[in-house]
């Protein structure tokens, strides 16, 4: 309940990463991330689902020593719910910083996940804090809050062909692409996070790359994070079989032929 | 009255199953939701109405001694109705969580019902708790809740072509595949629930395999619970020609052409 | 003004039926119906406007001496108008029942009138109170309630082409058809409610069935309720003719043609 | 400001008709709307704009004494509107009557002019007050409110093909048609309503007869009211001529070839 | 902050015409208005933007001594920003008058500007208060409002094809039509409100003019208050060419063909 | 905190410019946006995003004494998000203005960026404000607010094919045009804001050009505020080729032939 009181000691207490998060890279990303921060620069990071921007992020926040602000993006967001709303109680009104306001008032790193999904005049409002004013205007407290010297922002979504953001959001932001990790980056990674012996790790990673090749959209679908997961109940002592269908053909697809066809790989890798 | 005011003792109390609930396993589905949720891997059942996946978490939940909070999505949804909100009385504001947010911060089954008439967006709240953070924000509180230990999430939908949960949503979900009962599952599942003689069970089984064979709408929704309610009518002394007319017939659908397809069914198992 | 305080005695004292409301049954409908009710199988009623339905319900809850609950349902319902909301006095929010919780909480019939015009989302609050469960998890008052035993559901709504109600919310009820009384009992009900002598009645009775037959809209939109109203002015005193152009003719259609063919019939018969 | 206090001694002063309002009929619609009074039927009025509906309700609620309530319908019509809503003051919240319910509780005429531009679902609400319970539920007050012994509903619209009623609403009014004036009644009117001499107000209705004819738009847009009006300006001094440009030539449209139509004609009767 | 206050001693004080508004009129539409305001009519002004309608209605007010409420009508406006609305404050509730009902109640013209703008049915509300029964029920306050008597309303559009008033709105109005001043009056008009000399204020106009016959579109954008901003720049020491250039040919349009076209105009002028 | 008690010292203190912004006339500008200031025109910038119009205003606003409060339009903007609202608090409803009531309350520049985006009717609240009346109807503070002597008004845009203006709101601005400044002050501006070495900076305008002849949407894409990012990471230390992908390539487009085509000019430049 401390944390609704919103207690003036640490503002931030709830978003400091705790520990180290683990993260691998795959190339100059960590430096890259540093350089544009030195420079406070809007990052926007490119890439699909489940390949590990937000680990990144996590793992950024961690190695500055930034509390982390994370928002999901939706279409349904409204600009109250990044720059914060009153409250009423006995005293009367009562402003609450949202998200993007607290990180910014406070000195946090401030991540929008799924920036695309959201309604592009609810982005508007990043314009005045993603440029080199780094204020908010929170009109509805007839407030201009100048960022701390410390707050960073970053973006994330995934391409997809016929949607963008509008040229003045984007302009605004330094960009990087990601993209899944090689394979043997996948295996290390299982055997990391679901703890997995590395000749399982490898069956596994084999099994979803040849299931990616079947089509495009196998191949944006099967994530990491599918893997894992799979990995996890095969170390938790259930038959690999079985685990590759709970978590990676039943997850994967309703339709029937895509269901097959992923069965039958997983049939030949594990009779 | 009490519960009302959300007695601290035991905010779960109204949600804990009191007795064992009827369930007939078909699989090692049993054993398959204990494996994930040993990893508190969140869950998704995919099955047509009726089949029993309701019945089968109130199961779960019972076995496991969790308290189990459903609810059921609806396309007027809001993050709201799912994270809670601040209510107004004498001392000013309060927060009262949601059922999501109950079931996250005092450690229940959460089970969120025909997850697929809920708007896309509004999902996105679910992806921080379904991932490895397990964590929620509550936006309009200014809090990061971290979920309970025993805190697990179950969702269900019945696939149908052309809609399907967002990539980011789906790929977070371990995933079981439900189907209606084979015929002596039925059977044994009106003889108990209904109270009547397997001689009645079984007649009433055969008229509606014969019906489901009409066409693939009548076999999705000839469900396992009209037929208990026209088992139920049966026992309860109406004529069971009466009972197929009101439960089966005219309950499964308006269609003149349909209605005489089933009722000729019925008239010629019940004459 | 007394009524607004919502008196703790009877909080269902303005819907108890207080007078026995005339019904002449067609057939079984009132033993189907009391078989329902008491396994307390949720209950459909299908049939076009005016032809009975709503009285048959009036009839059954003082039948049963149960209260009565009626709600008109529409396009623009919320959940919060079937299930309630917190209202702002002096000491704070105070919860105020809404139709369903109020009949559910103290046992009243609710009567959903018009089921098929509420949008299907707004429905699905209905699904845990309408399957074994009995319950209505009040997300807004953070309350499960359990429904009353005497506690009875019952829905109505006039079956149209293209138009039909989700299977999830459509296979929780046991449905009952009914149709446009025969002309006997439609002689019957003029001579009862608008006081006609048989004669009168035979031959407005004589007008409608001519006027139902120029196509299927006719059948459908010359309701009883208007064969009564046409009554009641002849037997008010109104010329036959022109209560026929009043509560016939004008009130069946604006659309020239169709005035000018019921208008023929009624000069034919009404010289 | 003492309206606002909505005095207990006469809730109704203000819709009280001070004077009989002047009305001229064209047949037995006085005779008619008091047989349908005397039974307390609902009575629905069709005709074009400016042709009477709303004098005549006038002139029908000063005869039988009841105080007058109008509504006057629009799209944006919400059933609060109707119904009434809570009032926030020191003392916690108060109930304020809509229109609907006011003339409902003491026993008004209620009069909801241009029905068919509200939304067919906004007028379910009137569905139990227009049958022969005459009551009206109030779920946000929580409160059954059976109709006051005089209170009667009357509504009016302009019928327009491919716009209706829904079958169940429009089943429980009686009907009665109206037409603009014949051409005596015309006259009559312009010399009682804009104090023109006889022979000023048959060249003016002469006029708009021949402009009528013109084509069916100018039928039905160039109403009694417009006469009147142009009428008025006459006695008031300003030159024929001139008084028909501002009150029948600019008034009647903005589209050049009619504006010029309609002039030609004035200008051959007001050389 | 006075003004937040709304004195009593005059609540139109803010709406008093302070000074005689320089207007020159082009007929005999100063006399035609005093002729509808001494029967009260409401007024329609018709005519393209900047023709001078608004300081019509000003000297208008000015000349017969009435304070002037304007209101800019949208798409957006609700009736409560027409009719005034509650608002909360220590002692409960307390109704705030619209500048709608402001008008009416204490006698001042009302001018709705772009009455075209607003949704069909948020001008419902004027139908009593534009008929003769000049009454304004204000449905939230539960009050009849009868306009006092020297209230006037009047309403002004710029009439375009394809959009019109509704039927029941257009005929409760007496409408003018108003044009673009003639040549010498825009001469007169840029030397008495420019300041300009008078060979400068015709060769300015002599711009506009060619500038209008170019095509349709450009007579009606070319307005008054852009040749009167254009000369106010001159008089105040731009360069003609300049002036023309950020007035005119920028200020017109954004399409670089009709920039061009426009632009070789003033160049021809202003060489 | 201070600055949402709004102190009445200074309520526009947020919003002074603290230091002179570094801006490079590349014309007449700042003399013309000083006459229109000394006739108190509204003024409409045109221009591409990121071709200096902000900082332009920004400028003005520092030579001219005047605090700059800025509004980045939106499509979600309503008229109460400029013009103000009611807060609750202890004392009962405080006003509290927006940002273009405050401006023009005390003597702002109140500057409207990307005013196209905002719809049409939202707009309709600058008319009066924007012609010789100068005042701001505030309908629901019940006040008629005469604007500051000192405040001006000066809104931006991107013009695009297909958007603009409505003609009432278009005419009531003198405007000017704007375009990405010439090679020159390009490379200028990257020394001063960027800190580059003139060759490096010489280069980078050369990929920029030649980028920007790729295509007409590359034209309008690459922003100097792209250009001065890029050159802020290779002043921070960042190897220019990836300097360049990043704030050039990756930032610009997610089309992977437009990135290619964008990477092949970077890798010819910085082999």
């Not at 062909?161 to 960009?175: E, I």
Request: aromatic letters at 6%.
């Amino acid at each position: 309940m401390s944390a609704v009181l919103q207690a003036p000691a640490d503002p931030l207490a709830d978003w400091r990463v705790a520990a180290e998060p683990y993260y691998r890279p795959v190339g100059d990303e960590v430096a890259q991330f540093q350089d544009a921060y030195a420079l406070r620069l809007p990052l926007l990071l490119k890439g699909p689902p489940g390949c590990g921007k937000t680990r990144f992020v996590e793992h950024m926040a961690w190695t500055l020593g930034l509390p982390l602000v994370t928002v999901a993006c939706h279409e349904d967001m409204a600009a109250g719910d990044l720059l914060g709303r009153w409250l009423i109680d006995a005293d009367g009104t009562r402003w609450q910083d949202g998200p993007l306001s607290l990180a910014a008032r406070h000195g946090a790193l401030c991540y929008l996940d799924e920036l695309i999904e959201a309604r592009p005049d609810a982005l508007t409002v990043l314009h005045p804090l993603a440029d080199t004013r780094r204020v908010l205007p929170l009109e509805r407290n007839g407030e201009l809050l100048a960022a701390h010297p410390r707050f960073q922002l970053v973006v994330s979504y995934n391409p997809q062909p016929g949607r963008d953001l509008r040229p003045a959001t984007r302009q605004r932001f330094v960009a990087m692409a990601f993209e899944a990790p090689p394979v043997p980056a996948q295996v290390a990674i299982l055997v990391h996070e679901a703890g997995l012996e590395p000749e399982q790790a490898m069956r596994l990673v084999g099994l979803a790359e040849r299931a990616r090749a079947l089509d495009e959209g196998a191949q944006a679908a099967l994530s990491m994070r599918m893997l894992v997961r799979a990995g996890q109940l095969m170390a938790g002592g259930m038959q690999a079989r079985v685990a590759c269908e709970l978590a990676l053909v039943q997850a994967w697809s309703d339709q029937p032929e895509r269901v097959q066809a992923l069965r039958a790989l997983a049939d030949a890798l594990y009779p």
